[in-house]
Structure formats: structure tokens, C-alpha cells
T-cell receptor, first 113, second 109 residues
Framework: KAGVTQTPRYLIKTRGQQVTLSCSPISGHRSVSWYQQTPGQGLQFLFEYFSETQRNKGNFPGRFSGRQFSNSRSEMNVSTLELGDSALYLC????????????FGQGTRLTVV | GQQVMQIPQYQHVQEGEDFTTYCNSSTTLSNIQWYKQRPGGHPVFLIQLVKSGEVKKQKRLTFQFGEAKKNSSLHITATQTTDVGTYFCAGKWDDKIIFGKGTRLHILP
């Protein structure tokens, strides 16, 4: 079956712009989590959605938001982009919330100039 | 705030030598997961540990979860070039997930 699909794979934006990233989970998976990965900070948890509801949230400013649709696809949005938002954004899907294996997508590499 | 510390940050080993990475949490965890990320790739799930003192093996990989559920380790016996990559632990408690910064493993031929 198809894996986790993230689009776009690469993106270049300028400071102040906003961006929307998309994640299509594995069929049958209802939980989608988002992570930011940078060389300095490593993998940082952004938020998790399950059945269209945000279940958990990491320590990121309100400029970072997300949502999940009824088909479990998820989007994350970053408004008023800053240079420090340049990172690899990874999405992971799993069947449920508790104690389940997470499958990561290839990520979207965002560069803010 | 809660932290998951992972050491070492980097490790160079000769092919055939053993390798161990350690994770320590400031909080008792409900579970801990381990992932491997190859250069240029995305994290791939390796295993999840839930029970206090749990030990799991996958071929040359041995995973341990401490009795207090605050620390964990991944040990690779007789490393091979295919083991190259960054190994992350991810601790979960109160529905929060925090990843360690990872240990980057280099294999010297």
C-alpha cells in the first residue's frame, strides 16, 4: 500500500509570506503528527491530529497551525514566515493514538529567504 | 521543561565493532520508541518499548527500557556499513512526544 505522501517536496518562500504543507496518511491511519527537523534543534513535535481534532501540541508559536480533514489528510500552515522557519517538515501517520508505530513521509524542505 | 537527552551526539566505530546510544528522560515515560534515519532520508520506526525493564531484540539490535522507565538504550552488535545513520529515541508521556537529538553513527571500513 502507498506510504505517507507529503507535498510539495521542496519550497522556497520569502520572509513574511505564509505557506501550507500537505500530508496524506497511509490508508486506514487516523492519526497524523507533524514535526520540524533542523540541524540545530533536531526533531521537534509540532502537533498531532486524530479524527479531525488536534490532540496534542508542541511548543511552537501560534503562527504554526494545522488541521485534519474527514479523509484523515492533514495540512499545516505557517504564517508570517521567518528565516528560522527554514527546516524539513515531516509528517507521520499511525493507526491510532496510543502505542502505535508511526510511519514518516519524505518531508517538505522549506527554505525561507 | 521535560527533556529527553540522548548521548553520544556522534559515534565513529570500525566496522564490526559494537555501538550503543543512550536516552535519558527527566520524566517517567509511558513508552519510548526508536527510529533510524539514513542520510537524506526520513525516520523509520524500529521498535517501541512499554514495560519497565523491557528488553527487545531485532537481529543485531538490542533495545532496553529502564526499570524506572526514564532511560533506554539501543545496542548494535558487530556493526555493518548498512547501520550508518542517525538513531533517535522518542519518549512519550501525558500524550506529549519528545525526540532526543539523535546519535549519528559513522562506520569506518
Amino acid at each position: 500500500k502507498a506510504g505517507v505522501t507529503q507535498t510539495p517536496r521542496y519550497l522556497i518562500k520569502t520572509r513574511g509570506q505564509q505557506v501550507t504543507l500537505s500530508c496524506s496518511p497511509i490508508s486506514g491511519h487516523r492519526s497524523v503528527s507533524w514535526y520540524q527537523q533542523t540541524p540545530g534543534q533536531g526533531l521537534q513535535f509540532l502537533f498531532e491530529y486524530f479524527s479531525e481534532t488536534q490532540r496534542n501540541k508542541g511548543n511552537f508559536p501560534g503562527r504554526f497551525s494545522g488541521r485534519q480533514f474527514s479523509n484523515s489528510r492533514s495540512e499545516m500552515n505557517v504564517s508570517t514566515l521567518e528565516l528560522g522557519d527554514s527546516a524539513l517538515y515531516l509528517c507521520a501517520s499511525s493507526r491510532g493514538l496510543e502505542n502505535t508505530e508511526a510511519f514518516f513521509g519524505q518531508g517538505t524542505r522549506l527554505t525561507v529567504v | 521543561g521535560q527533556q529527553v537527552m540522548q548521548i553520544p551526539q556522534y559515534q565513529h566505530v570500525q566496522e564490526g565493532e559494537d555501538f550503543t546510544t543512550y536516552c535519558n528522560s527527566s520524566t517517567t515515560l509511558s513508552n519510548i520508541q526508536w527510529y533510524k534515519q539514513r542520510p537524506g532520508g526520513h525516520p523509520v520506526f524500529l521498535i517501541q518499548l512499554v514495560k519497565s525493564g523491557e528488553v527487545k531484540k531485532q537481529k543485531r539490535l538490542t533495545f532496553q527500557f529502564g526499570e524506572a522507565k526514564k532511560n533506554s538504550s539501543l545496542h548494535i552488535t558487530a556493526t555493518q556499513t548498512t547501520d550508518v545513520g542517525t538513531y533517535f529515541c522518542a519518549g512519550k508521556w501525558d500524550d506529549k512526544i519528545i525526540f532526543g537529538k539523535g546519535t549519528r553513527l559513522h562506520i569506518l571500513p
